[in-house]
């Protein structure tokens, strides 16, 4: 199997507090992670392409500086929303693959609330 | 990123098969056709992909023309559990400045009546 999990599962937080999420490849080593933005009722949006070890390549119009992503190892990457704003609330969801060619297996999403 | 078109939904019966359609004409030679679904609050879940031959796995079919420019899933015995929004994209892997990402569209959205 590929199997992606997300932590936590929906968050809750206050305007200007920063929340971090985790995807978790649980069942194979990920050279790729990407992450994803969804707003009700419309299409996942690309936000950033993560390679273990690199620079995380965001996509145009992502602030790099407010969606902090870190790959640091094969199984884990993390996206931190800095300083959240009630703009900020969406469905946060990660995929994986293991590889550059390889399909991309996805997590089941961070709902994310600012107050 | 070569665009897909796909009808906005559509509807079918428990247990009868479903033909899900994709156009997507300016296709190039290293786009393969991927499908994932997407059920209510849960992330995308893969299908199935092609390059050019039919493929088949224990979720679906991906029947894909002749000359690449549209594409059908075929779920065999549609079930409750199936009504969700399916999404086809194209995914380039050829070298050359190529990545791996995937553009969502707006996808199809299946209902599925008892």
């Known amino acids: 199997g590929a199997v992606v999990s997300q932590h936590p599962s929906r968050v809750i937080c206050k305007s200007g507090t920063s929340v971090k999420i985790e995807c978790r490849s649980l069942d194979f080593q990920a050279t790729t992670m990407f992450w994803y933005r969804q707003f009700p009722k419309q299409s996942l949006m690309l936000m950033a392409t993560?390679?273990?070890?690199?620079?995380?390549?965001?996509e145009q119009g992502v602030e790099k500086d407010k969606f902090l992503i870190n790959h640091a190892s094969l199984t884990l990457s993390t996206l931190t929303v800095t300083s959240a704003h009630p703009e900020d609330s969406s469905f946060y969801i990660c995929?994986?693959?293991?590889?550059?060619?390889?399909?991309?297996?996805f997590g089941p999403g961070t709902r994310l609330l600012v107050l | 990123d070569a665009k897909t078109t796909q009808p906005n939904s559509m509807e079918s019966n428990e247990e009868e098969p479903v033909h899900l359609p994709c156009n997507h004409s300016t296709i190039s030679g290293t786009d393969y056709i991927h499908w994932y679904r997407q059920l209510p609050s849960q992330g995308p879940e893969y299908v199935i992909h092609g390059l050019t031959s039919n493929v088949n796995n224990r979720m679906a079919s991906l029947a894909i023309a002749e000359d690449r420019k549209s594409s059908t899933l075929i779920l065999h015995r549609a079930t409750l559990r199936d009504a969700a929004v399916y999404y086809c994209?194209?995914?380039?892997?050829?070298?050359?400045?190529?990545?791996?990402?995937?553009?969502f569209g707006t996808g199809t959205l299946l209902a599925v009546q008892p």
């Open positions: 994209i194209l995914r380039d892997v050829g070298y050359g400045g190529a990545t791996n990402k995937l553009i």
């Open positions: 993560s390679n273990e070890g690199s620079k995380a390549t965001y």
């Open positions: 995929s994986a693959s293991r590889g550059y060619q390889e399909t991309q297996y």
